[in-house]
């Protein structure tokens, strides 16, 4: 049998803190601003699932995973993670879902970087292989030369990159070149020199569910429980990652919002993300102009579904995400901005 914890009713800002000074509520993912009140706890036995709601002084019996979505974060990369965190994407690619094409070369790709930083990017994620549904793997040596040119650059101008990749020589060079963080769509499962190459960098990584490889994962993807499952999944290459060297506090988790999963998967992770916090780790959450917001909202061209991305990273940071993986930094930082205001007016700043 297998137990989780999942926590509910949250509470923000100074409410927050008075309840979890009261010992009536704990830190969601170690924030200073998130409680939670209660706990969903989940059994699953085989096929059998249970579930029930009790008040956060009972979930005190289950003290070990409670800890774990307690514990405040250590900063990730340098990054503090007591508010939330933008990383802006920078796709050097000719068939990204959004943006493909849109950054022809270096040259571009490195004034993009440096207007999002501008805009309040903490995180710049570059990459040069595409692992949007349907995409054929990259070699190793295209997508060198389409990022470190970019990485050299923008790195050398003092900002925090993320490589976005799976391969265990794109990480190498990309760290030799400045990269400061390894963000891999297959959890570091793709290459078998992965997680060993990671270890060896010492370097914090994002480690991303996905159901198959990009070219088939949305062939009709199936979970016995999504949620659960994605879960499960993350924690099994958590124990993988620290079997090999990689300490849990370098390591973030991301469910993989459109990387094997239907609508109603997608919004159900959206729903249940505190859960996830009972890994212990930084939570990514990435869902910026996905196919599932454009159902939502009706847009079809993806570079148009941005108020829709706002709404769903102010959802994501408001269930404690600690990191946002975005494309339009401005609008997000913006609205992040009054949210974060709105919940916690004593942390606001003028």
């Known amino acids: 049998m297998t137990l989780y914890l999942r926590p509910l009713s949250l509470l923000h800002g ?12 704990g830190a969601l993912g170690g924030s200073d601003f998130i409680a939670f009140t209660q706990v969903q706890v989940i059994e699953r036995d085989g096929g059998t699932i249970s579930r029930r709601i009790v008040a956060y002084p009972e979930a005190r019996a289950w003290r070990d995973q409670l800890a774990l979505i307690e514990a405040r974060r250590p900063d990730f990369a340098g990054l503090a993670m007591n508010r939330p965190k933008l990383m802006g994407i920078v796709n050097v690619t000719p068939d990204s879902f959004s943006d493909g094409g849109q950054l022809a070369n270096a040259s571009e790709a490195i ?3 440096a207007r999002l930083a501008s805009e309040g990017a903490d995180i710049l994620d570059i990459g040069g292989e595409s692992t949007r549904p349907g995409s054929d793997a ?3 040596e295209a997508e060198l030369a389409r990022i470190l040119p970019v990485i050299e650059a923008l790195a050398q101008q003092g900002h925090c990159i993320s490589v976005d990749t799976r391969k265990a020589q794109v990480m190498r060079e990309a760290a030799a070149a400045g990269a400061r963080i390894v963000n891999d769509v297959s959890a570091l499962s793709y290459d078998p020199e992965g997680v060993g190459t990671v270890a060896a960098l010492g370097l914090p990584v994002v480690l991303m569910h996905a159901q198959g490889d990009p070219k088939t994962m949305q062939n009709n993807p199936v979970y016995d429980d999504v949620t659960l499952d994605v879960f499960d999944m993350l924690n099994a290459r ?4 620290e ?3 990689i300490p849990r506090r370098l390591i973030a988790v991301d469910p993989g919002i459109g990387f094997g999963k239907t609508f109603h998967h997608n919004l159900t992770l959206l729903n249940e993300l505190a859960l996830f916090h009972g890994l212990g780790t930084v939570l990514l959450v990435g869902l910026s102009r996905k196919a599932f917001t454009g159902a939502l909202t009706g847009e079809k061209k993806a570079a148009d579904r941005v108020f829709g991305s706002v709404g769903g990273a102010i959802q994501a940071a408001l269930n404690g995400a600690h990191v946002l993986r975005i494309h339009d930094v401005k609008p997000t930082r913006q609205a992040l901005a009054v949210a974060l205001a709105g919940a916690d007016p004593e942390a606001a700043r003028l």
Do not use: F, Q, T
């Open 243 to 245: 079997a090999a060297g």
């Open 138 to 140: 990259v070699p190793a």
């Open 14 to 25: 100074p409410d927050a803190r008075r309840a979890i000074a009261a010992g009536g509520a």
């Open 111 to 113: 004034v993009h970087g």
């Open 238 to 241: 958590i124990a993988h990652c």
